[in-house]
């Protein structure tokens, strides 16, 4: 794309075992509008160097540098973001940042999750919750908090940090929540309660699929159409405001204009 003035960039972000490469799901129709996609891999995923991923702990570091980055770059005009479960998680986190909240006109949302211990809880329901005879209730906490301090030795952070839900109610960015209503991984309540909780202008759209299907071309139109408006939005709130013009002359009344008058005649 040929780039004449200064554009629009939506920052995508991908889910965990994701890359760079799921951009390839919006990147033509963005372009067509005139609109850059830039897309990263996360530390420990596609080819960027590290070990681990952490479900959007460090991977604020990745985002709010490509914010630096772009913030400086004269052909970007505004900026929004669009993420997938951990890059949706990881959006929010930097979206309620006192340093960052600004710059984000817009973000779209893909089954994104509250937080790490409520994905946990559930996928331990899912599967320990089926054994018979085993007291489910006692159990997961418990497993979830030995799960976290082997995480925090290993990895070097901690799941309980990752509290998105919390950063939503702080973030004022207008939103699009998105979630797959069959989605097992990431229950689609995790986004009612996110919207629910949201701190800004919001929509939601619930739609057919699960964790990792195709998303349904109704809910990538009605994405790319709410990021434009966020975008126009953005445009017009930078343009100058217009010059008053100057107020016209009043009239001279009649006994002016014959004073006046008189005083040319004088001379």
């Not at 930097?94 to 909240?101: G, I």
Request: glycine fraction near 6%; include cysteine.
């Amino acid at each position: 794309m040929k780039v004449e003035k200064p554009v629009p960039c939506v920052i995508y972000l991908h889910g965990n075992s994701g890359s760079r490469i799921d951009a390839d799901d919006i990147v033509d129709s963005y372009l067509a509008e005139r609109i850059a996609v830039f897309s990263i891999d996360f530390g420990g995923c596609g080819l960027s160097e590290g070990e681990y991923v952490t479900l959007g702990w460090r991977e604020r570091d990745d985002l709010e540098c490509v914010l630096d980055y772009l913030s400086g770059d004269k052909n970007t005009a505004c900026i929004a973001l669009f993420g997938r479960s951990m890059g949706a998680a990881t959006a929010l986190l930097v979206a309620s940042d006192d340093r960052y909240y600004h710059m984000i006109r817009g973000m779209v949302l893909d089954s994104c999750y509250t937080s790490v211990r409520q994905v946990l809880q559930e996928l331990a329901h899912k599967y320990v919750g089926k054994v018979p005879l085993v007291p489910f209730a006692s159990m997961v906490d418990k497993a979830v908090d030995l799960l976290r301090e082997a995480v925090l030795q290993r990895a070097g952070f901690d799941l309980d940090a990752v509290n998105v839900i919390q950063a939503a109610r702080h973030c004022s960015s207008p939103v699009l929540f998105g979630h797959a209503d069959d989605d097992q991984l990431v229950l689609a309540s995790h986004t009612r309660n996110l919207f629910a909780e949201y701190g800004g202008q919001k929509a939601i759209n619930v739609f057919d699929g699960d964790h990792n299907s195709v998303r349904p071309k109704e809910f990538q139109e009605q994405a790319l159409s709410f990021l434009q408006e966020c975008f126009r939005e953005a445009m017009r709130e930078a343009e100058p405001e217009p010059e008053p013009e100057p107020e016209p002359e009043a009239a001279a009344s009649g006994e002016e204009a014959e004073e006046a008058e008189e005083a040319e005649e004088a001379e």
